[in-house]
């Protein structure tokens, strides 16, 4: 099941439309599982998010909700981290409205922000800014992008064994 939330003000029905051919698209793409692109997992919810930085908030928001109706026993704490960094990703190098997707399986839960970017960014040194991949890197057991439509899906995996002490 697709769930797709929407915040900020409301769109017109083409923008909701774009947002439904994705998710339809990635869901597409997720049949057949190779390392490095979009698996199929059981569970998902989406999320269109607004364009100001408070989304970020709102998006830890939505993981903690969602992980919590799906019972994941997993750190809820680095899931939100990854998310954040993601979404403000999407948001300090896109121009338009980020959907962030998580989609469990088992002990797994996998991040998605689809933005409307195609060119990647990679992973820099820590300084002032630029180590927000680095720490997906970190903190997650993998992480890609994929190229979906016009624009890009960058994805990261946090698996509750990995975890666990």
């Known amino acids: 099941m697709i769930r797709i939330h929407a915040t900020g003000t409301t ?49 830890r928001r939505y993981v903690r909700a969602q992980l919590g109706e799906w019972g994941w026993r997993g750190p809820i704490e680095v899931v939100e981290l990854v998310v954040t960094e993601l979404v403000g990703n999407a948001l300090r190098h896109t121009a338009g409205r980020p959907v962030l997707t998580l989609v469990k399986h088992g002990d797994v839960v996998r991040c998605e922000v689809a933005d409307d970017e195609p060119a990647f960014l990679r992973p820099s040194r820590p300084g002032r800014i630029g180590h927000g991949l680095v720490l997906v890197d970190l903190l997650s057991m993998s992480w890609g992008a994929v190229r979906i439509g016009l624009g890009k899906v960058v994805w990261c995996e946090v698996s509750s064994r990995a975890w666990a002490v």
Do not use: D, T
């Not at 923008?15 to 692109?37: D, L, N, S």
């Open 11 to 59: 769109e017109p029905a083409a923008f909701w439309r774009g947002v439904a051919a994705c998710a339809g698209e990635a869901v597409r793409r997720a049949r057949g599982y190779v390392p490095g692109e979009l698996r199929p997992f059981g569970r998902r919810a989406s999320w269109a998010l607004g364009r100001e930085f408070a989304s970020a908030a709102l998006a």
